[in-house]
């Protein structure tokens, strides 16, 4: 049988794994960040309105430069943005990897700051770009002096920031992205894609966008609008931006019916957010049990909460799984992430906890 490594591949791809989480059956499936609130039956009928009107014209292809989304994000964004600001594609994976295609690649270096998205090394590899491992405090925060110490040290190409970061759940302080702009000699990249679930008075970088052209915010519609089987991330930035990841994306890369499910979902954004509340409802609730519990919790601005379960983590996943709870080891040796979904869903996972415990007390 033949395998990866009988193929002519590249060196640098040699041994290593698909980027995936757990696809397991079972009763609690809290590893993905998922919204686990169904998308409601007026949406629904929306939606399938939506598709229906697009089918007779599948011969042709759609709107490549999906103007009309374009102008329906942005007005969702407000914050003065316009049509020429927003870019749209298959996820804000995809989003990323234009960027890094873009402005990366090749001798150049893209600079993170883990534990953080594992799949900014990964698109990084994929684009040919050099990744450089960041490092974060002890409560996995970033200043501005230790952020901009580590940009002037790599010098590099693109940085990339994450508020609330994935798989802490921290935001990020304004000031940090403010320093990281006036050091980094290339792109900035801040990933908000749970920033719908921020706390109120949480910060968001698109009020930086005037005056900083080298900045990029990504969004995703995957997670608080429940539209992750739709596949549609974006984002903003000075038009300039939208004009060079146009050079590298590919020719009608967002398909006319995901172009018309985005738009409907975006018409119906109220009903769709109208779940936000209520998951961060239950993040909060399971920061508190978990800290009554004793356990070491980090704060968290998003839909899911990083928890330190004292000692091996493969062993308390696996003890959670015995109990039909699925949440995600995300390799941080001695800590695991649970997303926030339903309260039926918290009662699952606290009650599994119980029978389940620390490794060590």
């Not at 580590?150 to 990020?172: E, K, W």
């Not at 900035?188 to 990029?216: C, I, K, M, N, Q």
């Not at 590298?248 to 119906?268: D, E, G």
Request: charged share 20%; with cysteine.
């Amino acid at each position: 049988m033949t395998t990866i490594d009988d193929l002519p591949i590249r060196d640098d791809l040699r041994g290593r794994r698909p980027y995936g989480a757990p696809q397991l059956d079972v009763p609690v499936r809290l590893n993905t960040n998922e919204n686990s609130y169904p998308v409601p039956e007026p949406v629904v009928e929306a939606i399938s309105k939506a598709l229906a009107a697009e089918l007779r014209d599948l011969n042709r292809y759609p709107d490549r430069d999906a103007v009309a989304l374009r102008t329906d994000l942005a007005d969702y964004l407000g914050h003065g943005l316009d049509t020429d600001n927003l870019w749209a594609a298959n996820g804000s994976n995809e989003i990323q990897q234009q960027l890094l295609q873009a402005f990366a690649g090749p001798g150049r270096t893209a600079l993170g700051f883990t534990p953080a998205y594992s799949m900014h090394p990964l698109l990084a590899l994929g684009t040919g770009t050099r990744w450089v491992d960041g490092r974060r405090a002890a409560d996995f925060g970033l200043s501005p002096a230790d952020t901009v110490d580590q940009v002037r040290v790599h010098r590099p190409d693109v940085v990339f920031l994450c508020s609330p970061n994935n798989p802490t759940g921290t935001a990020l302080n304004p000031a940090v992205v403010d320093a990281v702009l006036a050091a980094a000699p290339g792109m900035v990249v801040v990933d908000e894609a749970y920033a719908e679930f921020a706390r109120p008075g949480t910060p968001t970088a698109l009020s930086l966008l005037p005056g900083h052209p080298r900045l990029v915010v990504t969004r995703t519609m995957s997670k608080a609008f429940g539209f992750a089987g739709g596949r549609l991330g974006y984002l903003a930035a000075d038009p300039a931006v939208v004009d060079a990841v146009q050079l590298v994306r590919l020719p009608y890369h967002l398909s006319a019916l995901t172009q018309a499910a985005a738009r409907a979902a975006l018409a119906h954004r109220s009903a769709l957010l109208g779940t936000v509340e209520v998951i961060k409802e239950q993040r909060d609730r399971i920061v508190a049990e978990l800290r009554r519990r004793r356990f070491t919790v980090a704060d968290s601005d998003a839909n899911f909460v990083l928890f330190e379960v004292g000692g091996d983590q493969c062993v308390v996943w696996r003890a959670l799984l015995e109990h039909g709870v699925l949440v995600r080891d995300v390799g941080l040796p001695g800590w695991l992430r649970v997303t926030a979904g339903t309260p039926q869903e918290t009662d699952a996972f606290l009650a599994a906890i119980d029978q389940s415990g620390k490794v060590e007390q």
